[in-house]
């Protein structure tokens, strides 16, 4: 009997039927991931299975017995819960507080909580003092919180969506050590990822959800990830390949010169060239050189510095250095100078919570306030561009006068980026730019810069994902210790290749 039995389920929002007649059985011990395209349904499915979300029709059973939740404490109480792909922790919480809210063990004494807490963070590789306030952690600690939490409880069914999205590969191999542990408890998992190599690495099965089914239930060792791709979108799907080799086939616009790709870059091809880079005690001296339309990548652990020297790059932290050069430009950064770079920079989470989730994507896009608007000419080619976008971009929407929280999570990303890169100029700064993304998607952001690059803007990707990386760079830089311990250079080599590389290099460093 399995533990977890769902029998045609189905769940429309207005017009628009997500899941049409969903059914399958995961085991006690399990470990099933679910994947699909952006806003095919899988944190719908998750929070049904949660009792987040009421399903319109359709049975479960847990353990034989009929499963209805009227709640998530509902569900919780009968042993489901789940680490939900956009979750936000009442920053005014400690970790210690946030990791047993809710649970049993809730009441016990301030001592004992953060024993327990500690444990429980260890767990998941969480090196954080269970007295920090939630409002202080990045917000990828948060998905860990979480999955601490869950193990905190007598759960017996657990979603797990979306949690490995924003994390290192070292912390993903962590984050699988906890479902490991979970399924020899005899505990159910259900895995929701895009991060389709990863994945494949944990579960047993996979379920692929498309048009509103269950279209494909196969073992984990009988599907490799363009396989599985290809059965995500529905159709066949080609390797990424490397961004370079895309560019030279490209045929550039008459007005954009073709570059060599050498190196050192000429004077007048240089976009950005920082010397000694330092932030005192985090950021030990590195040199960066950006060529116009270039895309270099940076990486590395938490404590690295790479958020860091981001951080200087965008003048969110202050910096000191030897020469910055930004078109042509020489200007001096510090304290006395009183100067920062201040390079425009998207960050997925602050970005899209930027955006108003109760403001319609026609607006959201439009950026105008509609009083405003009194031409009407212009209001109807403001539109026409916001329905190329939406089209473009492949949003599961049936209006651009759907609200924007209402959206998927990798629909509500696609939207929040094109719209920051529409005015994106010269040389920015982008956070993980294909977070969350299935691979369609991760092919239209990247169009969307070689779009900006071609037309010379130069661009800096910070990410912990090294598919994103390798798909998305011309090189990357692993940082280690405050400094760029190496680069690696993308060109003339396939994608998964610079992928291992990547990884081999951040994992000696
Ligand atoms: N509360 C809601 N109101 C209206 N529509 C909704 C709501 N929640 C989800 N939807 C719609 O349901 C569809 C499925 O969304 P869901 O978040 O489940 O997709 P997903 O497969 O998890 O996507 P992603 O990979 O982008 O996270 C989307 O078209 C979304 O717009």
């Known amino acids: 009997m399995a533990l977890l039995q769902v029998e045609r389920l189905t769940k429309s929002f207005g017009g628009r039927r997500v899941l049409r007649d969903v059914s399958f059985g995961i085991d006690g011990g399990e470990i099933v991931g679910l994947v699909g395209s952006n806003g095919a349904g899988k944190s719908t499915l998750g929070d049904i299975l949660a009792g987040v979300t009421a399903a319109d029709s359709g049975q479960m059973t847990l353990s034989g017995h009929p499963y209805a939740p009227l709640s998530a404490a509902d569900a919780r109480l009968l042993g489901v819960d789940v680490v939900q792909q956009q979750v936000r922790i009442d920053p005014g919480l400690t970790v210690a507080q946030a990791v047993v809210r809710g ?77 490991g542990r979970l399924s020899r408890q005899g505990r159910g998992v259900l895995y929701i990822s895009h991060r389709l190599p990863e994945m494949l690495e944990v579960v047993d099965r996979v379920l692929v959800l498309r048009d509103g089914v269950i279209a494909l239930d196969s073992p984990a060792d009988c599907l490799d990830p363009v396989r599985l791709a290809a059965e995500t979108m529905g159709e066949p799907v080609s390797l990424p390949a490397p961004r370079v080799a895309a560019t030279l086939a490209r045929s550039a616009p008459d007005d954009v010169p073709v570059r060599a790709s050498t190196w050192p870059a000429p004077a007048d091809d240089v976009a950005l060239r920082v010397r000694n880079l330092r932030v005192p005690g985090r950021v030990e001296g590195v040199d960066l050189l950006l060529r116009h339309g270039e895309v270099v990548g940076l990486t590395g652990h938490r404590s690295s510095g790479v958020r860091e020297i981001a951080g200087a790059l965008s003048g969110e932290l202050p910096a000191v250095t030897g020469e910055v050069v930004l078109h042509g430009e020489h200007r001096t950064l510090g304290p006395a100078a009183g100067e920062a770079l201040r390079l425009p920079a998207y960050h997925p989470d602050d970005d899209a919570d930027g955006v108003d989730p109760g403001e319609t994507i026609a607006r959201t896009l439009t950026q105008e306030p509609w009083g405003a608007l009194s031409d009407l000419r212009r209001e109807i080619a403001s539109l026409r561009g916001v329905i190329r976008t939406v089209h473009r971009l492949d949003v599961k929407t049936l209006s651009i006068r759907t609200v924007f929280g209402a959206l998927s999570g990798g629909d509500q990303h696609k939207l929040a980026l094109a719209r920051w890169m529409a005015s994106a100029q010269d040389v920015v700064v982008l956070h993980e730019p294909t977070r969350g993304l299935d691979v369609r998607s991760r092919q239209q952001v990247r169009q969307l810069l070689d779009e900006a690059t071609a037309h010379g803007t130069s661009v800096v990707v910070v990410s912990v994902d090294p598919d994103e990386l390798a798909e998305c760079c011309d090189r990357v830089g692993i940082v280690s210790g405050g400094r760029v311990a190496r680069w690696i250079d993308t060109r003339e080599l396939a994608v998964d290749a610079v992928r291992d590389r990547i990884v081999e290099a951040a994992t000696v460093a």
Do not use: C, I, K, M
């Not at 807490?117 to 007295?131: F, K, M, N, Q």
């Open 103 to 179: 649970t049993s063990q809730s009441g016990r004494p301030q001592p004992e909580l953060r024993r327990q807490a500690g444990v429980l963070l260890a767990e998941v590789g969480l090196d954080v003092d269970p007295d920090t306030r939630v409002g202080d952690l990045p917000y990828f600690v948060h998905g860990l919180v979480e999955t601490a939490r869950v193990l905190a409880e007598d759960t017996r069914f657990v979603v797990l969506d979306e949690v490995s999205a924003a994390l290192l590969p070292l912390e993903v191999t962590r984050l699988h050590a906890v479902a």
